[in-house]
């Protein structure tokens, strides 16, 4: 007999706590897809952050090689000009008939500590660039690994709330065919 053809159905099944249980086994069902969905957009946006800070990683480290360049062709010049004022300061005092010694000889050392003082500038500025640019490079680096994991995490999670719909789904639907409920 056909329990839809105006026969009764038999105790336990189909009562109103059926359509009760029927309800939150649709809405955890629904629950699990729909934390699953979330949480894979935002893995999707996780990796893309761990793309591009990756790229920033690569980015800073490409400056490295450029920055340490110009620091050492900054000190050739630097180098460059002291010999220049040195080679002036001598052919000036020859030119006025003086000798190498007394004040020329003080001129010459006050301009050699000035061109080297010039010179270490340089250094350390170029030395405090690429400092800089590793720290950069490494906090990227860091921070993309930070949302590659957060993102397995974020999936991990949409697997286990996904998990958990369908579980509770099960429950529900079992209870309605639960002898006693």
Known sequence: MSYFAGAAAPPGYFNAKSFGYAGTATSDLFSGVSSYLSAGMQAKGLETEATDYTLAATLAGEQINPVTTNMHVQEYQEERNLAIVQGQTEAGAAGGGFTTGG?????????????????AIAEVNGENQIAGLQEQQTAYTNMAAA??????????????GLIGGIAGAALNVAAIFAPGK
């Open 103 to 119: 004040s020329t000889l003080d001129i010459l050392k006050a301009n050699a500590a000035q061109g080297a003082t010039t010179q």
């Open 147 to 160: 949302a590659t994991s957060a993102a397995k995490t974020e999936e991990e999670l949409g697997t286990i």
